[in-house]
């Protein structure tokens, strides 16, 4: 209901002239297209409602893997495949001790192109193990990020694995202003995400806090939604119109790394490989 109500509220927006923001391109770079959303979603009407939400490019990755290829074949230029390394729900802590993984991860990246691994699961000094290492090395050979849904500590441990990996930090590991600066200030090749927050803005306006963080790291930080249910993909729209309108408080510049700039970055990195 909520979100209809904004729905309404943006639409008396655009009516009254004011449509800049429903034109400022965006990439959603946290998008899930999970089994138990394709008999439901199927991959067309998935796709539309991406398109709905007028995105340059959405970053999907799938538990398992088969969604993220059957959306990739239905829109080539809208979404950006990235390799989970689930093969269904429920593998989110049980993935770091099975070792048919990394095995199972080669052999995609052999067949399919990736910007990036993830979204995965870690936490603290479980970085250390065999199959997380493993995945830290294979996204170095193919010069594609990770995506870590993860604790500071867990970062850490992947910079030190790995001081040249790229991390895009998945909900800004839940953490506020103050510890997401001083993560972005130690490692220059981590962005963060801010998919499943709304606490940094209210009403369309950026709590200070968090404006001086956009402010001072405006190449790194992203927008996403998070799928992580099927029902989640009916507030893609609604997430990326709410964003928008939040974007369009920000300096210019600023504004377009955010809304899209700095995930496309992260895209050519890898793909260009
Ligand atoms: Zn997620």
Redo the contacts with the bound molecule.
Sequence with gaps: MKYGIISVVLLAICWTGFSSAEELPLVDT?I?YSHDAWEMLPPEKAVGLLRKAGLKYAFV?SSSDDGTQMLYDAAPNLVIPVLRPYRKRGELSSWLYDESVPQMLERRLEKYKYAGIG?FHVFGDDTNLPVMRKVIQLAHDYGIFLHA?SDSKAVENIFKIQPQARVLW??SGFEQPTEIRRMLSTYENLMADL??RNEHAVNGEIDPQWQALFMEFPDRITV?T???TPERWFYVEDHANWSREWLMTLPDQVRENIAYRNAERLKDWGLSK
């Design positions: 946290h899930h990755s979204e849904h998945a909900h998919a499943f996403g998070d799928t992580y």
